[in-house]
């Protein structure tokens, strides 16, 4: 069996990384956001001309990386959301709301600081981790039905 799995949330981190690094052995296939900062806020204006209006040009991006977010999450079988130090990741909030709303499952990636601020999101989480590595260790439980060590 082959887990699609869609990494969203947090882009300043190696969060994906050590997830992706960790899960290398079993059969999984990643996709995830842009995660390059300018590239992402600029993309509506590059493809579809230019703004004056700071608004319009964040507004035409936002809409071309939300139909990219909704076919990854779509696809997805389980969905990854992290949310970083400072919590307050309005994107991956709304990502997490569409993944349940989908019916999808759902893994929140978030500190032990931020449980209570993140009470509704964790509540409709399948599971929430801490650090990338146990993310890893449930992919390897769904998949082979071995725990850790």
Same mark, same amino acid.
């Given at each position: ?60 991006? /936002?809409?071309? #990386? %939300?139909?990219?977010? &909704? ?9 990854? @959301?992290?949310? =970083? ?37 964790? /509540?409709?989480? #399948? %599971?929430?981790?801490? &650090? ?9 439980? @769904?998949?082979? =039905?071995?725990?850790?060590?």
């Amino acid at each position: 069996m082959t887990l699609t799995v869609y990494l969203s949330g947090e882009i300043h981190t190696d969060w994906r990384d050590r997830i992706i690094e960790g899960a290398s052995e079993l059969d999984v296939i990643f996709s995830g956001p842009v995660t390059d900062h300018a590239a992402s806020d600029d993309c509506g204006v590059a493809i579809l001309g230019t703004e004056a209006d700071k608004f319009w040009h964040d507004r035409k991006g /936002a809409q071309l #990386n %939300a139909i990219r977010t &909704r076919r990854g999450i779509e696809q997805a079988d389980i969905v990854v @959301v992290r949310f =970083g130090e400072k919590y307050r990741q309005w994107n991956a909030a709304f990502d997490a709301g569409q993944a349940s709303a989908l019916g999808k499952s759902l893994i929140v990636l978030s500190l032990p600081e931020h449980q209570h601020a993140l009470k509704e999101v964790h /509540a409709a989480a #399948n %599971a929430v981790a801490e &650090r990338p590595e146990q993310v890893v260790e449930i992919l390897r439980y @769904v998949l082979e =039905g071995t725990l850790p060590g």
